[in-house]
């Protein structure tokens, strides 16, 4: 992406500039771009090292101690005043620079249970316990490229620290995965005792091409809640159905009805998901069981769109148990993680100066994902931010990928998922640095 910051504007008259000109509200990237580009690729082999070894020793949610560690001390030889454990592994590193805003960045520090089949050479072997079993784990969310970006981004904003005022307050949490982990530092009174941020930012990899990122003003990703239902019937024989109440029936017909909630009642124009991922009932195929346990998942963008599918999913339960004639069914509709809703303000502000570093046609709209993301949960305290999605794919596979015929690309939590680091590493800090700085000026 070097080509891009060919415009060779003297970095030090422009930085003379700035210093003397006072306040300007807006950076403007143009001088600053050779300069940055320099510290970025004088810093990417050791960010490279650091991203293999994370890779190669990936950990589960809130047992990312040696994980925490490793960040723990890079941040500290770097001058940040680092604290451990909040939220049991989580950490948060400051670093003051005169009277300004407060920005947070965020990154998270988990792994995935899973098995990694990149073959790559620093390819995680890595296994522990996962639900009473042991388990590979894997960096196949591209958590490790977070990391790796979120401490080059630190890096280099020390490395530029004339040219921005405020405190930068780097926050790795725990545990993303389970959604639980922005959560557990928050009630660690991460934001009681280190002050709320005035502005937040984080990133995630996606499969789009390197030195790209997308965008996406309002929600970037969706509310997420768990369905836990038990329909209560009354067991009996299988070849004597009349003396049972069949709540494999009941459970069966909810399955299918309530996606009525969805083409019926919930607006088609607005996005909704409720899917019945696990149906548990019975023992054998000649013993009608006396209860059904299903579970599931809702998603949605908005509040509105949320109340009404958990009223419609309530509603139908109850409808199955009663035209069955069986007592009311367990119905427990919880609340995960909320959407993450960017504030437009701040992704108008933060995709002009992209633009300006990238290219126009490297700064692409996205529409939300279905996926969900406890980054919400920081936000959701009332910080204006920008989830961003960075592209870690060379563009000619992409562009072979979308041949007809073509092989799709490995998406995050596939077992071949695999950045290509370098160029990945470097839009990464070049977008995140340039996005802080924007709204420290
Ligand atoms: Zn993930
Ligand atoms: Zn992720």
């Given at each position: 992406m070097q080509h891009r910051f060919a415009r060779t504007l003297c970095a030090c008259a422009a930085l003379s500039a700035m210093l003397t000109s006072?306040?300007?509200?807006?950076?403007?990237?143009q001088p600053l771009q050779p300069q940055l580009q320099q510290v970025i690729d004088k810093m990417t082999p050791q960010l490279r090292s650091v991203y293999e070894d994370l890779h190669a020793h990936p950990e589960l949610g809130f047992e990312e101690t040696r994980t925490a560690a490793k960040l723990a001390a890079e941040m500290r030889q770097l001058g940040f005043e680092v604290t451990e454990g909040?939220?049991?592994t989580g950490l948060v590193a400051i670093y003051r620079n005169g009277a300004g805003p407060t920005v947070m960045v965020r990154t998270e520090l988990d792994a995935l249970p899973m098995e990694e089949?990149?073959?790559?050479?620093?390819?995680s072997k890595a296994k522990a316990q996962y639900n009473g079993k042991e388990s590979f784990v894997t960096h196949s969310c591209g958590h490790d490229m977070h990391m790796t970006s979120w401490l080059g981004t630190a890096q280099a904003l020390l490395a530029l620290k004339a040219q921005w005022k405020g405190t930068l307050m780097f926050v790795a949490q725990p545990s993303e995965e389970t959604v639980t982990g922005a959560r557990a530092m928050l009630a660690d009174g991460l934001f009681k005792k280190f002050g709320k941020p005035d502005y937040a930012f984080a990133l995630h990899t996606g499969?789009?091409?390197?030195g790209t990122v997308g965008y996406v003003a309002g929600p970037a990703t969706s509310n997420s809640d768990s369905l836990d239902i038990t329909f209560h019937g009354l067991g009996s024989?299988?070849?004597?159905?009349?003396k049972s109440i069949d709540p494999v029936l009941m459970a069966s017909r909810f399955v299918v009805d309530v996606q009525s909630v969805i083409s019926r009642e919930k607006d088609p124009a607005e996005f909704g998901v409720v899917t019945v991922g696990a149906f548990n009932a019975g023992s054998a195929g000649n013993i009608i069981p006396d209860q059904a346990r299903l579970l599931g998942t809702i998603r949605s963008y908005k509040s509105e769109v949320r109340s009404k599918m958990h009223e419609g999913i309530e509603r139908t339960a109850k409808a199955q148990a009663a035209m069955a004639g069986a007592p009311a069914p367990e119905v427990k509709l919880l609340k995960g993680s909320d959407a993450v809703v960017n504030d437009p303000t701040l992704v108008g502000r933060t995709v002009k100066i992209f633009k300006t570093a990238?290219?126009?046609?490297?700064v692409i709209p996205v529409p939300p994902a279905s996926a969900s993301e406890d980054f919400s949960d920081f936000i959701n305290q009332g910080v204006p931010s920008m989830f961003y999605i960075l592209g870690v794919y060379d563009p000619k596979r992409i562009a072979a990928a979308s041949q007809p015929g073509g092989k799709p690309l490995p998406y995050n939590h596939s077992p071949f998922f695999a950045p290509d680091v370098d160029p990945t590493i470097k839009t990464g800090v070049q977008t995140m640095t340039l996005a802080v700085m924007n709204v420290m000026q």
């Open positions: 006072g306040h300007a509200a807006e950076l403007d990237p909040i939220g049991k089949k990149t073959g790559l050479p620093y390819a499969p789009m091409p390197y024989h299988g070849s004597m159905p009349e990238l290219g126009d046609k490297n």
